[in-house]
């Protein structure tokens, strides 16, 4: 399925989505995704926890095998919050990619993303310097492999860098697999707008499913409200971690 609408399709984050029960009780049957063709792993987030929601499992046991890994922070994240009386965006720029720093600390990674500093929100206006960006960034050759979210995520932050990350990986010739992230919240295991037949799934286990469900709480402005106002409610609210914290991933090639 190729996706290159620079219009996202939407959907409303304030809804419930389809229920974690609909999922767990899916009967998939997608091929296990072999990494041991993977040499060197570059995952590009377009928001600080994205990396970890949708492939923090997948860096984990990566960098257990001693794969090198690296993230690419498209922005800080200053816009998760409109309208907190709580944080400015100023503030959250600062305080979330040091919960990233953190976060891929849990998962056993030594590493500090690169970050772009792209406006939250903003990505595709700046969709074309956002390619160019990456073709300098993106390096390697066989057994290079960049993960970025899924084309058809239906965020339009996460539409844009996709697009971008295939055009530049496109240019320095490595592969590129899409991890979905939103998916999760609007899709059905039966839908066919989502490409089933490109997707390879990670089984996490037990122990590497505990460790990133321990990242993704260092996400603190994000799993828990900054205050009692309404501004300030969670843009994590247990349902929706639920359906990104499971004991597998996915990602498409």
Known sequence: MVIDEKEPRTFDAAELGTPEAEWSSWNRSLPPLDLSRCREMIVVAPHPDDEVLGVGG?????????????????????????????LTPDQLVDVRPREARQA?????????????????????????????????????????????????DRHPDHEATARATLTASRRVGIAVLEYPVWMWH???????????????????????????????????????PLSDHPADRPVLPTHVLERLLRSYEVVFA
């Open 58 to 86: 997948l860096m984990s046991i990566a960098a257990s095998a001693g794969i090198p890994v690296s993230v690419v922070g498209v922005t800080d994240g200053g816009a998760s919050h409109p309208g907190s009386p709580t």
């Open 104 to 152: 891929l600390s849990t998962l056993g990674l030594d590493v500090d993303p690169i970050r772009l500093g792209f406006p939250d929100g903003g990505v595709a206006e700046h969709e074309d310097e956002l390619a160019r960006a990456l073709t300098e960034l993106l390096s390697g050759g066989p057994g290079t492999w960049c993960l970025t979210p899924w084309r058809g």
């Open 186 to 224: 609007w899709a059905r295991p039966d839908g066919t707008d989502v490409p089933w037949s490109r997707g390879f799934e990670i089984d996490l286990g037990e122990r590497t499913a505990g460790i990133k469900k321990q990242a993704a709480q260092r996400f603190t402005t994000q799993v828990a």
